[in-house]
């Protein structure tokens, strides 16, 4: 079955370090996506990345960066130079194919991270 | 930038009663998925609509929860009669699947509160 691993439930650091987020995922799919949203404490999830398994190239945006190890099945998220405003719940997750009713990609999502950046 | 609009945002009512949900979706989505938010169970896929039609409702329990797309601004998520376990965040989601989009982006809504006495 599909599966999505963040094994730290917390995280704490303080304004401007680096913090990675892991995330490790189960699948027998070939094609899958991963993804990362954020919740920050207004409850939202936002949308931060989407990911296709045939494209490993990491990625950067801005203070944020993705790492894809294929071979260790990780989707990695860093952030450099937090700010208190990155503090929020993150999550990882992997679409799961699903083949009755027309096919369609669901959504399996991991625990979440809370991180916590302090002034 | 455009929003999933979900109401209400806080809802304290007591067992047995009857709770809707509403959802409108992004104009243009032609899916919309409703996520359930627990601290025991993280977040669980209700149900899924493809334009309009209900095509995966397996996460939901049947014999209470019901859902609806009575037209493409408005989806619904009926609870009847409700119970102290319904407390959670209720999410609904909108995204737009394309031929060529694999598993779509979805953009969430901001979550109806729901907590059952």
């Known amino acids: 079955a599909q599966k999505v691993t963040q094994a730290q439930t917390e995280i704490s650091v303080v304004e401007k370090e680096d913090v990675t987020l892991d995330c490790v995922y189960e699948?027998?799919?070939?094609?899958?996506?991963l993804f990362w949203y954020k919740q920050p404490p207004s409850g939202e999830l936002v949308f931060l990345i989407r990911?296709?398994?045939?494209?490993?190239q990491n990625e950067i945006s801005g203070r944020y960066s993705w790492n894809f190890q294929k071979s260790t099945s990780s989707f990695n998220f860093t952030i450099t130079a937090s700010q208190v405003v990155d503090s929020a719940v993150y999550f990882c997750?992997?679409?799961?194919?699903?083949?009755?009713?027309?096919?369609?990609?669901?959504?399996?999502f991991g625990a979440g991270t809370r991180l916590a950046v302090h002034p | 930038d455009a929003r999933v609009t979900q109401t209400p945002r806080h809802k304290v009512t007591e067992m047995g009663q009857e709770v809707t949900m509403r959802c409108q979706p992004i104009?243009?989505?032609?899916?919309v998925f409703w996520y359930r938010q627990t601290m025991m169970q993280g977040l669980e896929l209700l149900a899924y609509f493809r334009n309009r039609a209900p095509l995966d409702d397996s996460g939901m329990p049947k014999d209470r929860f019901s859902a609806e797309m009575p037209d493409a601004t408005l989806a619904t998520l009926k609870i009847q009669p409700s119970e102290p376990r319904d407390s959670a965040v209720y999410f609904c989601a909108s995204g737009l699947l394309t031929e060529t989009s694999g598993a779509n982006v979805l953009t969430f809504g901001a979550g109806s509160r729901l907590t059952v006495l």
């Open positions: 104009l243009g989505h032609n899916t």
């Open positions: 699948t027998r799919d070939t094609t899958y996506y």
């Open positions: 997750a992997l679409s799961e194919r699903v083949w009755f009713s027309g096919g369609y990609n669901k959504l399996i």
């Open positions: 990911r296709n398994s045939f494209d490993e």
